[in-house]
């Protein structure tokens, strides 16, 4: 199949999965957004930052381990092995109740070294508080995270898009009611502040959890895949080989996030205005990351689904398909943050100095938006293929090597303070889309050669 072929299907399976990436996201926006409309805005931000940004970079390395589902479901379903596929579900419930638990710990832990962070006392106290509520919804978040992999890998997506949709309904009104308190008759509601936002993400995401298992419920008693008779004994060779593919993946998603809880850290130092018009730039920066991320993991299902089959010629094609589609996204989004960063900024607090802080790193995160859909593209693809250790390197040279360097000279010793930092990052973005891109160009070249055999 050509690349002009795979694009529908790429699309199809993407585009209720770019609704649920979105989803997710909006979450942590309407967080950010909801404080940024308490008193003294930049202080309740910067303290939602600081607790989001250390959780999220905990939790997706933690998770990213899941990640290798997705190659074991999708080619056990090319295959049309669907015993073999539940059998893989099976396990990866169980690896996830052990990473769950591993998270709650360290995030239970966390406020005792925060507290020596060369940060704004208040801010810590809010960041600690909003990591405190967050916590509660670790368990059922890594249970939607199994799930979630199953559903794509056998394209059910859209019962994935509807939960992450129905969820942010759910954390909006949560918000409203924690955040600034309400009271009707005897019934009184305590304002929270960012204590509240924590608990109404915690609150969205066990009803996320419930949802995928409903779904999931449905979806097997309307193709029977064979989940209620499954062999349900532990298999250790299973979870070892889940761990030792997904290792890699995980850590390439930790590296990339701990850059930026390194920078949001760095940046902290600076003071609560400029980490308020980080965590903006960073929100929009991630919002837009969800549309290629979501392509992604169907480029991930779309190659490991061709090469269950034999097909390589097929996973080749899928793949470039879905690297089109996430350069040619994030071109657009970068236009977009181009032409109208004070109106973007904007939107998420009426304070002009965060306004003012928030729009020179917005102006940055355009530079990078292309190079960042094509490498979590192409990560995505090579996923597929069973190759998760490509992106980790990458990822280290990168970021670590090049981005952050670049970004410390420029940011603290050629005094360009946050923006200097975020210039770092943009280097790392360069380097990274254009080595993995590579990577998968070569590894076509593998896949078509073993075509050529077949």
Sequence with gaps: MTVRQQIRPVLTLALPLIAAELGWMSMGIVDTVMVGHMQNPALSISAAALGQVLYNTLAFGIAGVLLSLDTYLSQSHGAGRYDEANRWLYHGLILAAVLAAVLYSIIAAAPLFMTRL????????????????????????????????????FNHVRPIAAALITANLCNVVGNWLLIYGHSWGP???????????????????????????????RVEHSHNYGLRSMLRHIESSRLSRLAFLGAPAGAQIFVEISIFGLVTYLIGTMGPLPLAGHEIALNCASFTFMVPFAISAAAAVRVGQAIGRQTPDEAAAAGWAAILLGASCMATFSAVLFLVPHTIARAFTPDQSVIAAAVPLLLVAAAFQFFDGLQITATGALRGAGNTHAGLIVQIIGYWLIGLPVGYILGFRSHHGAVGLWLGLCAGLIVAGTALTTIWSRTTKSLASKSLVA
């Design 118 to 153: 060369p940060i704004d006392a208040r801010v810590l106290t809010g960041a600690k508080a909003f990591l405190r509520s967050l916590n509660w919804g670790t368990p059922t978040l890594f249970l939607y995270f199994t799930l979630r992999r199953y559903l794509q890998a």
């Design 187 to 217: 019934i009184h509601i305590p304002a929270l502040g960012v204590t509240g936002a924590g608990l109404a993400t915690s609150i969205s995401r066990v009803y996320l959890a419930l949802f995928l298992v409903v779904a999931i419920w």
